[in-house]
């Protein structure tokens, strides 16, 4: 049983990953925090206490809003037409009885490293800032964790915000480059394996007529809410009844590493130039002693065991 915290910006593949990480047997979700991104990180809050309702998982799962703006207080959100205007697709979701933690985000993570004594792997699939927070009030949390993985980044495919740069990485991406310095084990599983990997009108089909009486509700959720996602895939991609698959590919290999194949890179990103902000800059040149520096940079995966996976938890 893999033991993670997720760190979201509850946007609509932000729900299905959640989703995902609840109903799966091989993980237990230790907590959330929330970041601004697809919306504010309250809002975001607000739809992972709903989600963990209709998920049924069984066991209480602690929430807490975190940062609300860039480390340098710089608020940007995702317009309304990729995530809706609260984030999961215009979806009322049943309100959730409960309520946010009252505790600051980048406490909750330190406290969960250290209460689980290095088991604990942190997913991320919005911006860095609420773990680039976390390193500055204490820098040896790379030590206290197992891994952390992050949906974000492209190398050899373009951005989907600016040529070379994708959303998570972009919207904070001095918080990135800490975080990708910091010395962590860490996979990063970026737009080159995200946008070979798609959710299609078959999978939906297929979840719905396989899955379990106690799924029904989430499956039903799952596939009004990627309406609208399939709608921005149609309109910015010219893609037809699908969507790529960004944040619930980062929980599947979270759980199941051997879903893709990575490249030991030593990795940063540039958060000076306005031009080249949120791009991955990439160093060979450094070797021996400097090696434990490497990110696992995921370049290929198997993406129909991947999307067989991610709807096999609701059957
Ligand atoms: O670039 C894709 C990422 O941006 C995903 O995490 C999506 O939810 C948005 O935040
Ligand atoms: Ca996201």
């Known amino acids: 049983m893999r033991r993670i915290l997720i760190d979201a910006d509850t946007g609509i593949d932000d729900s299905i990953a959640i989703l995902y990480a609840l109903k799966s047997r091989n993980l237990h979700v230790e907590g959330i925090t929330t970041c601004f991104g697809n919306s504010g990180a309250a809002q975001s809050a607000d739809n992972c206490l709903r989600l963990i309702r209709l998920s049924r998982c069984g066991y209480e799962v602690p929430v807490v809003v975190g940062a609300e703006c ?26 959730s009885a409960r309520k ?8 909750f993570i330190l406290r ?6 290095g088991e604990l792997v942190i997913v991320t699939t919005g911006r860095l800032t609420n773990l680039a927070r976390a390193l500055e ?11 952390v993985v992050t949906m974000g980044g492209c190398m050899d495919v373009p951005g989907n915000v600016s040529p070379v740069a994708e959303a ?3 919207g904070d991406a001095r918080a990135a480059d800490m975080v990708f310095r910091a010395g962590f084990h860490m996979i990063l599983v970026g737009l080159d394996v ?11 089909d297929d979840a719905e007529r396989y899955c379990s009486e106690e799924s029904r509700d989430a499956v039903a959720y799952i596939r009004e809410a990627l309406k609208l996602y399939f709608e921005y895939h149609r309109l910015s991609e010219g893609m037809v009844h699908r969507s790529f698959v960004h944040d619930p590919l980062a929980l599947l290999i979270a759980e199941d590493a051997s879903l893709g194949e990575y490249k ?20 060979g040149r450094f070797r021996g ?11 290929r995966v198997d993406a129909d065991r991947a999307v067989r996976r991610l709807f096999s938890v609701f059957h």
């Open 168 to 170: 998570n990485i972009y």
């Open 112 to 117: 969960k490293a250290e209460e689980l004594d």
């Open 264 to 283: 030991m890179l030593r990795a940063g990103v540039e958060y000076q130039a306005p031009a080249f902000r949120g791009m991955i800059l990439t160093d």
């Open 70 to 95: 860039t480390l340098d207080g710089q608020v940007e959100t995702a317009p309304a037409h990729i995530h809706g205007e609260n984030g999961i697709g215009n979806v009322i979701l049943p309100e």
């Open 289 to 299: 002693e400097m090696d434990h520096d490497e990110i696992a940079v995921c370049v």
């Open 137 to 147: 009030k204490d820098p040896r949390l790379p030590g206290k964790v197992k891994r």
């Open 194 to 204: 995200t946008t070979k990997t798609f959710i299609t009108e078959k999978e939906l």
């Open 100 to 107: 946010p933690l009252e505790m600051d985000a980048a406490d």
